[in-house]
């Protein structure tokens, strides 16, 4: 990361649309998603409720603490979590994701 900018290749989504990203110079795990209209999404991995963990399961974003659900998008899907996961804006540049952090 330099000058609040992560920069992920893009063909580290290639086979797949979405990717765990922890980088130097950030606190939380990012999950970077690829919409089907070829937006990215860049979501973090800690639950807004209590700051829990969030992870994969059966094709959803779960809190491993209290079980709030997200969606792709990181909208709150079941709580008890009442706010969204965070998200920072991804802008694709040739081949590199840039990821606005501050």
């Known amino acids: 990361m330099e000058n609040g900018l992560l920069r992920v290749p893009?063909?580290?989504?290639?086979?797949?649309?979405?990717?765990?990203?922890?980088?130097k110079?950030?606190?939380?795990?990012l999950l970077l998603v690829k919409g089907t209209d070829e937006r990215y999404t860049a979501l973090v991995m800690n639950c807004p409720h209590k700051n829990g963990p969030v992870s994969e399961k059966n094709g959803q974003l779960v809190c491993a603490w209290h079980g709030s659900t997200f969606d792709d998008d990181g909208k709150v899907l079941?709580?008890?979590?009442?706010?969204d996961l965070k998200r920072y804006p991804v802008e694709r540049v040739?081949?590199?994701?840039?990821v606005r952090i501050a």
């Open 25 to 29: 110079g950030i606190a939380d795990k």
């Open 94 to 98: 040739g081949d590199m994701l840039e």
């Open 10 to 23: 893009v063909d580290r989504l290639s086979n797949r649309d979405r990717v765990l990203i922890k980088a």
């Open 78 to 83: 079941k709580g008890p979590a009442k706010n």
